[in-house]
């Protein structure tokens, strides 16, 4: 028996359009009209009236049409499998013959319906769309081939691989069929056709389908005819496709490199500045593809001069509106970007992960910001090479003294940073004047030269520390950091903030260079601590965080305390526990924490006890917010563990009396089974940190701390989630050298997830793989009888992994483990003594008497051991400095 054709009741086509017009109207509660539009819903034909106001609704509006589709969008990605297979049916058939619609936006919003319907039932699912979009293609009637290459955009957008794969009921994949249409549109006289034609080839570049590799030659031609199209949206579409065929397909190009080049140094200049702005990326492309730079060598003259022109602001620029942001004008919303807290990673070379960079002081992406990005790269390629070429153009826009220039000489200092770091050979016997030259622009009346003074500074930073040790170097060094003080104080918040970040770069470079200066340093910090408003009091906390990492205990000094901790200590107290601006304090705490060691305890209690209580109120608010009285934030957890941790490394021992008046234990448990893995990180790198601190007070849950971190360590979990990982591995080895003999029962379940993370050929992190290494040592150091019979597992790739450990502590636990293990069974490691020695020998110094003499007598009784030819093969294997090395030290 057919299925009855469906067919609207007029009544309901008249209550949906009328609830969609009505949502229209910006003065109605919207909210109430939504929640009628939900009631329409539950009836299992709402979508069936949603397609035929869409389709067929031609007595109303086309707005509204247009919101009946895009509901119906959300609706089909949300719940299309529960739509009856008839009604899924009516949809599909509704929504062809609209795609010749008489009306682009109607065309344009059945396109986004369909390419939703594509997504949920797959090319196989749907074969006749292909079909309908083939003969809309081929009609020669604009309305038709414009909404049929709208919608084929879209698929192709969200799924480019499947319409390379094969599909019953098509004679041939897809792409097959379409390409060679697809080309021939390159050429027609429509520009919006011509747009919509190659923006659909170009998502096949990085897949590169059989039919594209076949016409490649056929779609460069088509390219290179586009490159000087009218429509600007068609020359944005022609540089994004040589960019992206620069990245994944540079070999297509390379026959026509030097035209492209050409072209592009066209386009960089075009009147239109998305045009410019996508051909500008090519720059950067081009030096990451690691072409060859003779290619390029000779267009750097006219490209650095078109890049520095570039550099300076266009007259729309963003950062124009704001450039005079008083520091008395209230920060808006959109100002407050969200912040990112790193949890904690611990272990070896666990502390030295670089930040990414967030250099430009503009947030948006534009050309000027593309054009330095440009000029940054190509100076690491060609060096000082772009130094005859840009330096006089830099002098030029800089001695124009009048403020009408101002742009020109914001460009020039803008460049100068660019290249700090690819030219800094050629530029670095010019230091002296190059500081001297900017040191006065940071006293410029254009807010906008004071702020790119700073970052242009910071960039320097490095060999302006460098230069202390020269003569006039602690001038120089001097004049920097009170210049960027005063800039600190600036009535300017951009400049405030421009000059925060560049104290912040020069902090963690000069380290020890600024004790003498903590007393001027911390009175204009905390100075402006008193007047900085909400988003710039975040780089101020980081800042001083730096401040606290850079000269560590040397801040533990009464008069440093006394300016530093009562506005911190204050603004502590005023913030309530469901602030997110505690973040930022708690992650400067901990820096201060960390630096003043028992120095801190004078603020310790109420600090732990806060960060207790956020914890608790945090879990309390992830079972039950109502109870709690605040919003679940896992944030709050993860920065108060960091800080705890920094108190646990800080006072040391000391905590001990903290911990046993409280519940962290319990809590700490609860978050390293956490479900949020950044939750988890911290907890493991706090568990760590409490077991060298004050072990006892892990016991009862010692077993069950140890079993949660070693699930850290199996299957994928460790790829997924590297850092929690590492921490995990870290924290089992701190416990393993407290409790020693305590671990023994998940000794063995340790060392089977450890020996894969070794012996992985997947190029994993590499301070898992040492923090791997040195925990498997300790635990061979605390329970040999159990880790000594299974070495000939893991010999080879544990010997590998310690020879790139640097020399400290850690390093000689795991050698310790090394010395008790192959006591125990020296035939372990018979097949893996020539790595062994090699990593013993990449020790510089090791401290430990009683180590050196333990190794020592390790090779000595291999010496015995294997005799003879044995021990002159393995002697000869060593390169030879390395032989000598340990022939020397250890009289072997």
Not at 324 to 345: A, I, M, T, Y
Not at 677 to 704: F, T, W
Request: glycine share 6%.
């Amino acid at each position: 028996m057919a299925t009855p054709v469906w067919h609207p009741q007029e009544e309901g086509v008249k209550e949906i359009c009328g609830l969609l017009q009505e949502f229209r109207q910006p003065s109605v509660d919207q909210s109430r009209i939504w929640q009628q539009l939900q009631r329409c819903s539950q009836f299992p034909d709402f979508n069936n009236y949603l397609t035929f106001i869409l389709c067929r609704a031609e007595g109303h509006s086309v707005e509204v049409r247009q919101a009946a589709g895009l509901l119906l969008k959300n609706n089909l990605k949300a719940n299309y499998q529960a739509i009856a297979p008839a009604y899924q049916h009516y949809i599909k058939a509704e929504l062809l013959p609209c795609l010749g619609s008489s009306d682009r936006h109607i065309r344009a919003t059945v396109g986004t319906v369909i390419s939703v319907v594509v997504q949920q039932v797959h090319v196989q699912g749907w074969p006749e769309i292909f079909q309908a979009i083939a003969q809309c293609l081929d009609s020669n009637d604009y309305n038709h081939m414009e909404g049929a290459l709208d919608a084929l955009s879209k698929i192709c957008e969200d799924m480019p691989v499947e319409l390379d794969s094969d599909v019953p009921g098509l004679s041939d994949r897809p792409i097959n069929v379409f390409l060679p249409r697809l080309l021939q549109f390159f050429s027609s006289q429509h520009a919006t056709l011509r747009k919509l034609s190659l923006g659909t080839v170009n998502q096949f570049i990085v897949s590169l389908p059989t039919a594209l590799f076949i016409n490649m030659d056929n779609y460069l031609q088509g390219l290179f005819s586009l490159a000087d199209d009218p429509a600007p949206e068609v020359r944005k579409l022609v540089c994004a496709a040589l960019v992206e065929l620069l990245e994944v397909q540079p070999n297509f190009l390379q026959p026509h490199m030097r035209n492209v080049i050409e072209y592009m140094l066209q386009a960089n200049q075009d009147g239109d500045e998305e045009v410019a702005l996508e051909s500008c990326e090519f720059w950067s492309a081009f030096c990451e593809a690691r072409c060859t730079p003779e290619l390029l060598r000779e267009f750097l003259p006219r490209l650095i001069t078109v890049l520095l022109t570039n550099m300076a602001y266009a007259d729309d620029d963003e950062a124009l509106v704001d450039a005079d942001d008083d520091e008395n004008g209230p920060d808006r919303d959109q100002d407050l970007k969200p912040r990112f807290h790193q949890s904690r990673v611990h272990g070896a070379d666990g502390g030295n992960e670089e930040d990414e960079e967030d250099d430009d002081i503009i947030n948006s992406w534009n050309l000027r910001k593309c054009s330095a990005a440009g000029l940054d790269i190509l100076s690491t390629v060609f060096g000082d090479e772009l130094l005859p070429v840009l330096m006089p153009l830099v002098q030029a826009n800089l001695s124009q003294p009048t403020d009408a220039a101002w742009k020109a000489r914001e460009a020039a200092v803008l460049a100068l940073g660019a290249v700090a770091e690819g030219c800094i050979n050629g530029l670095l016997p010019h230091l002296t004047q190059i500081v001297a030259f900017l040191v006065p622009l940071l006293e410029d009346k254009r807010p906008l030269v004071r702020s790119i003074t700073c970052w242009t500074l910071s960039r320097y930073s490095k060999w302006i520390v460098q230069a202390v040790g020269h003569p006039d170097g602690h001038a120089q060094f001097d004049k920097v950091l009170t210049g960027l003080l005063r800039r600190i104080l600036d009535s300017n918040k951009r400049v405030q903030e421009a000059a925060c970040s560049a104290f912040a770069t020069l902090e963690e470079e000069a380290a020890e260079e600024l004790a003498p200066r903590l007393e001027l340093i911390l009175q204009h910090l905390m100075f402006a601590f008193g007047k900085y408003q909400r988003r710039n009091l975040r780089i101020l906390y980081d800042a001083i965080g730096t401040l606290a990492d850079a000269v560590g205990s040397e801040l533990n000094e009464v008069k440093y305390l006394e300016i530093l901790m009562p506005p911190l200590i204050n603004k502590w107290q005023q913030l309530p526990d469901s602030d997110k601006d505690l973040f930022p304090l708690l992650e400067c705490f901990t820096s201060i924490a960390q630096a003043l060691g028992s120095g801190f305890s004078l603020y310790a209690e109420p600090v732990f006890v806060r960060c207790i209580n956020l914890i608790r109120t945090q879990e309390v608010a992830k079972a039950d917010p109502g109870r709690a009285g605040v919003a679940y934030d896992k944030e709050f957890i993860v920065c108060s563990l960091d800080l705890l941790s920094g108190l646990a490394e800080g006072l040391g021992s000391s905590i001990e009396s903290l911990v046993s008046r409280s519940d962290l234990r319990d809590l700490l448990l609860q978050c390293c089974a956490d479900d949020a893995a950044d939750v988890r990180q911290s907890a493991l790198a706090l568990l760590g940190d409490l077991a060298k601190a004050c072990a006892v007070h892990l016991q009862p849950h010692l077993p069950d701390f140890l079993n949660l971190a070693a699930k850290q360590l199996q299957g994928s979990e460790v790829k997924d989630n590297v850092s929690v990982a590492n921490n995990a591995c870290w924290a089992i080895g701190e416990v393993a050298v407290k409790v020693r003999q305590e671990i023994s029962p998940v000794v063995m379940n340790v060392i089977t997830c450890l020996v894969p993370i070794l012996t992985s050929t997947e190029g994993l992190n590499k301070s898992l793989l040492e923090n791997s290494a040195i925990t498997l040592g300790r635990l061979g150091w605390v329970c040999p009888d159990l880790v000594a019979p299974h070495m000939d597992h893991f010999m080879l790739a544990w010997c590998h992994a310690l020879r790139s450990i640097r020399d400290d502590v850690e390093k000689e636990d795991a050698f310790r483990g090394l010395c008790a293990m192959v006591r125990l069974n020296p035939g372990g490691a018979v097949s893996a003594f020539v790595p062994m020695c090699e990593a013993i020998g990449s020790w510089h110094e090791i401290r430990s008497a009683d180590l050196r003499s333990e190794i020592a007598q390790v090779l000595h009784g291999y010496k015995q051991l294997l005799s003879g030819p044995t021990w002159d093969q393995c002697m000869a294997a060593l390169d030879p400095p390395m032989r000598e090395k340990l022939v020397k030290k250890y009289q072997i």
